[in-house]
């Protein structure tokens, strides 16, 4: 069987991608600081597999535990490489903070495999990579122009990993995730943020009463309704990216494979809270505001790669997502907490 190193394994991807990789017969060795989760979806992790897994609360800028952690489990055939500060805002205000964390702590993860000769890794990158993109859908040649710290630390790990798979011979995947949402459909793991960044948490908390409104950041783009439009993907769906990532290391002798992750159809802000209402028959409200810094209009993949490529395909369509989302935050109002 093999085993599988997960960094981030606790969070929101990572703990959703943990359950395919069991599901799928792989050994599942997790490493999270827990600075951004806990230990419960661990808990549900198994409960849901009937499998066990291995835990370390270790973090990656602590090479002498990650070492540690290679040395006990031995033999760990591939990482998959979640862990990492993902707010945009956040690394704008902070961004030694976001560049020390991703960067530091991804340089010193890969010397850690390198000197237990782990060679194959899929790597979280985003689509905010292309900043603002120039043409839609974005295929994978479109340029890479990050315009906020935490965009900057993805590509630069997807420069840095690009020059190690050349250098030393290792299989890198990048996936670059469009707008991930939902929850596994037994409502037992979701997304659980402290405080949400995303439009689908903030939607989730106002049908449940922890907050009064959702604000729209914008009505003014030139989208058909005026409000962002994202290219929203199932949880679950971009989990079993991960498993067809690791399926395609054995077919593969190319270094660097980079795919997009999402669905090719787009919605917007109002469309999202709309079906919101429909799934949960609850009252949404809204409240228009000024645009966000930083946010475009619009941004859509062309997934058409990953879908010969890696035999991968999105099954779950924006009603499946939202009532996914919904069954989670409905049956767990404060997420873990109860
Ligand atoms: P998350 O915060 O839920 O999960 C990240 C996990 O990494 C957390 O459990 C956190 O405790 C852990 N972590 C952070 N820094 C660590 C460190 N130094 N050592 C050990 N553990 C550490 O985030 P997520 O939404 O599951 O995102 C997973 C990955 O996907 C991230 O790399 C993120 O940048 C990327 N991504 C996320 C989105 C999104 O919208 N959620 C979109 C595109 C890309
Ligand atoms: N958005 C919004 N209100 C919110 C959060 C987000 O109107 O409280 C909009 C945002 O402007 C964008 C879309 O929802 O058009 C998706 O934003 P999110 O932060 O979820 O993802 P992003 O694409 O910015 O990474």
Redesign the pocket.
Known sequence: MKKILVTGGAGYIGSHTCVELLDSGYEVVIVDDLSNSELEPMKRIKALTGKSLSFHQVNILDKDALNAVFEKEGNIDAVIHFAALKA?GESVEQPLRYYHNNITGSLTLFEVMQDHAVSKIVFSS???VYGDPETIPLTEKAPIQATNPYGQTKAMMEQILMDTGETYDWDVIILRY??P?GAHPSGEIGEDPNY?????P??SQVAVGLREH?????DD?DTPDG????DYIHVVDLAKAHVKSLEKFATTDQETLVYNIGTGVGY??KE?VETFREVSGKEIKTVT?P??SG??AT?IADSSLANTDLKWTAEYDLKAMIESAWNWQSKYPNGYKG
């Open positions: 945009v985003s689509a905010t469009f707008n949402v949400p960044n995303n439009l689908l903030f939607v959702v604000t729209i950041f914008g783009y409000t962002g439009v994202r917007s802000v999202m505001g645009r966000r946010d475009i941004c």
